[in-house]
């Protein structure tokens, strides 16, 4: 239950409305064990992906099971997801994610010169296992595959996300997670946010550069929820991810931010 928490946090922290950061396949984890759950979260965050610059914000979550079934539709802050299969482990469906750009609300002086890139909508599929061990829904191991498409026309780009992550529960009251995962992006996606063009460099100082697809990130990310009631939760986590390939060598990275990103946030949630 809390994890729905400690996954809204997360959440929040990547891809919160406030943030002009570009994190939409980075969550900490998808939500796992509630039927039913709402909640809100707040974190500190890079101010765009790759930046060395942070900033914070708050996010919703929720997820809403269908009654007497395991499908379920869930909302992690940008992202909806719709499991259309009514199975005890496996989990499949359609996906849809609102991805923010990057303007000039950025801190650093060179970034927030270049071209703006408009917030747009992807679209795709998750296909994801939750095993629970002994049969315990708060022990478990959860592993996703996720790919998404642009069809909103900024980046026209594909994204593909791998995750896992394990469940334990310590004691009635805590529950604690280790995830890993990593990021593959097509050429299209890296050019838009990694790339910068001759008229970007122009406006920025920064030299022209040009992000070919490839392996984009990995992360680790520990977490612990608080189960304050059958009903109220907390949660903490925090992210480490690394920044790898063509996204760590671009210029917005390597010379205007920093290719280390940390994300760390609080929630809480409202579970039946």
């Not at 007497?68 to 909302?75: I, V």
């Not at 000039?104 to 002086?109: I, N, P």
């Not at 122009?202 to 697809?213: M, N, Q, V």
């Not at 060598?249 to 931010?257: C, F, L, Q």
């Amino acid at each position: 239950m809390m994890k729905k928490i400690f996954i809204l946090l997360t959440l929040l922290l990547l891809f919160s409305g406030t943030f002009t950061v570009s994190f939409a396949q980075d969550s900490f984890m998808i939500i796992e064990d509630m039927d039913n759950v709402v909640g809100v979260g707040a974190a500190v965050l890079p101010d765009y992906v790759g930046s060395n610059d942070y900033t914070a914000g708050v996010a919703p979550f929720a997820r809403i099971a269908l009654p007497n079934s395991e499908r379920y539709f869930l909302l992690n802050v940008t992202e909806l997801y719709f499991n259309i299969l009514d199975h005890p482990f496996l989990r499949f469906g359609p996906v849809l994610n609102y991805r923010f750009g990057r303007d000039d609300d950025v801190e650093d002086s060179r970034v927030k010169r270049m071209t703006e890139i408009d917030d747009t909508v992807e679209a795709g599929a998750f296909l994801g296992i939750n095993w629970k061990i002994n049969g315990d829904r708060r022990h478990r191991i959860v592993a996703d595959v996720e790919a998404l498409f642009d069809v909103g026309g900024e980046h026209d780009g594909t994204i593909g996300t791998i995750s896992a992550r394990y469940w334990h529960p310590v004691g009635k009251m805590f529950d604690v997670v280790l995830g890993i995962g990593f990021q593959y992006a097509d050429s299209d996606y890296m050019n838009t946010y990694f790339g910068v063009s001759s008229t970007d460099s122009s406006l920025s100082g920064l030299p022209i550069y040009e992000a070919d697809g490839g392996t984009s990130n990995f992360r680790i990310f520990p977490g612990v929820v608080m189960h304050l009631s059958p009903k109220w939760h907390l949660a903490a986590g925090v992210r480490y991810q690394r920044l790898v390939g063509d996204a760590e060598d671009s210029p917005v990275v390597d010379i205007a931010g920093d290719a280390d990103q940390w994300i760390a946030g609080l929630g809480v949630a409202y579970s039946w």
